[in-house]
């Protein structure tokens, strides 16, 4: 049986790779979904593991292959999820877990129905400025841009099924492992794996 597939989005600098990357380290058979990328590597960022970082005209070539399973500009770069990638990883884990701008998300939402969709929220729109200025990746310009896409983005929090408001790293990575969990003992309570006398009972 293929892995679950979950969509964790929201505005840029809510903590969407700061949780998925915590949560993934601390429990197993879980994959992250690299996406493809054409912007600039930040310190620190592994290529192939964090993104795959392409060049423009690589980028379009692979969308005209139709490699991708979706595309997006996003805050004035392109990102791309790799239709391989996903149904390879899919394949062999428990669960994969991919970070996606909200539009691509609600893209991603009209081709897997099945998959589960996550919100990431900031706590109010002062945090999520003060974490972008934080991070410090962002020019004034992107972060101006980052700060206006968010009220659009947070306007379809609605069509997610869960909301993560994240005020405090730790407790917001036990709410993300609890969904993540809890929706794979759901997928699971009539696998083989269940003991036989407990699926008599069901
Ligand atoms: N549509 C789409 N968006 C993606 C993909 N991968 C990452 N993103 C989104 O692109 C946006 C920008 O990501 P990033 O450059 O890492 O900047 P950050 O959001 O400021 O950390 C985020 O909202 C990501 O969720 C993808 O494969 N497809
Ligand atoms: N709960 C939190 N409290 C304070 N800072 C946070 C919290 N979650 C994330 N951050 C910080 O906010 C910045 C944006 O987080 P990041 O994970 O890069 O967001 P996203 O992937 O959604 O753009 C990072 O510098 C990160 O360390």
Do not use: C
Request: aromatic share 12%; proline share 2%.
């Amino acid at each position: 049986m293929d892995g679950l597939f979950y969509i964790v989005s929201g505005p840029s600098g809510a903590g969407k790779s700061t949780l998925i990357k915590s949560a993934l380290d601390k429990i197993i058979g879980f994959s992250f979904s690299v996406s493809y990328t054409t912007r600039e590597k930040r310190p620190g960022e592994i290529d192939g593991k964090d993104y795959f970082f392409i060049d423009k005209n690589t980028f379009f070539k692979m969308k005209e292959d139709g490699e991708f399973l979706e595309w997006a500009e996003v805050h004035g770069n392109y990102y791309a999820t790799s239709k391989k990638f996903i149904e390879e990883k899919l394949k062999e884990s428990r669960g994969l877990v991919l970070d996606v701008d909200v539009q691509g998300a609600l893209n991603i939402k009209k081709i897997y129905k099945n998959a589960i969709y996550i919100f990431i929220l900031p706590p109010s729109n002062e945090d999520l400025e003060k974490r972008l200025r934080k991070r410090g990746t962002e020019s004034q310009d992107s972060l101006e841009i980052r700060l206006k896409d968010a009220e659009w983005e947070i306007s379809h929090m609605k069509d997610f099924d869960y909301v993560i408001v994240n005020q405090e790293v730790e407790e917001s990575t036990n709410q993300l492992i609890s969904v993540l969990v809890a929706e794979q003992l759901k997928r699971e309570r009539f696998d083989d794996k269940t003991p036989f006398f407990f699926k008599k009972q069901l």
